[in-house]
């Protein structure tokens, strides 16, 4: 679907030398909109328990791991943005007299699997270290005092990274999607996704018939 989407661009949509340039002129400022200081990279201990933070500050908080610490590119997660929504968009369709808040549950979906890659990506972890117990010892002689025949412990040093369970903290991976929706938005208009040459594009992908004007009229009605 990635793939779909950027033949689109390059073939479709930037077909002139103006073209080219006006789109990396959007797609910069698109990007300025989720790229923040790298102050916002706090640590994993900073923000556990905090309730100080909203959840799009915390969703800020990782996206800065994200491309400051991993040095991972804002434009990737935008375009998986646009995957995930297009996907979503042919997958999961809007059936006659659907029930009140589909349309809320399927942008919430398109956030959560759009946030879950930044979360994946951001190495946004704890790191803890404890004392393990790997063996017993037992004294090689046989004292009077019962205690010292007790076997002592054998211990080793144990380093462990803990990830932030991307269900756990849901509302914040939908946060974090949320912005990746306005960055692409900014960039493209609200109305990109109803380009019916990237339908096409995006259908040839997913392996359907060729069905684009029904699809272009469902997305003008969505």
């Known amino acids: 679907m990635e793939k779909a989407i950027k033949d689109w661009l390059a073939n479709d949509c930037l077909t002139t030398k103006a073209d080219r340039e006006a789109f990396k002129r ?14 916002f990279a706090l640590t994993y201990s900073q923000l556990e328990g905090h309730s100080g933070y909203t959840q799009k500050a915390k969703g800020w908080v990782i996206l800065s791991h994200y491309f400051h610490k991993q040095g991972h590119s804002l434009s990737d997660a935008m375009l998986r943005y646009m995957a995930v929504r297009l996907w979503t968009e042919f997958k999961w369709r809007l059936p006659e007299g659907s029930r009140k808040g589909f349309q809320k549950e399927r942008h919430q979906f398109v956030n959560t699997w759009a946030g879950k890659f930044v979360l994946s990506n951001a190495g946004f972890t704890k790191t803890t270290t404890e004392e393990k117990v790997i063996a017993w010892q037992r004294p090689w002689y046989v004292s009077e005092n019962p205690r010292d025949n007790l076997p002592k412990p054998i211990t080793e040093t144990v380093t462990t990274t803990k990830a932030r369970d991307s269900w756990a ?8 999607g949320d912005e990746l929706r306005a960055a692409v938005d900014h960039a493209m208009g609200p109305k990109w996704a109803s380009d019916y040459r990237l339908l096409q594009r995006a259908s040839e992908a997913l392996g359907l018939p060729n069905s684009t004007p029904s699809i272009h009229q469902h997305f003008e009605q969505y």
Request: proline share 5%; aromatic share 4%; no cysteine.
């Open 26 to 39: 959007n797609w910069s400022a698109g990007q300025r909109i989720i790229r923040n200081h790298p102050s």
């Open 169 to 176: 903290i849901a509302t914040v991976v939908r946060a974090i």
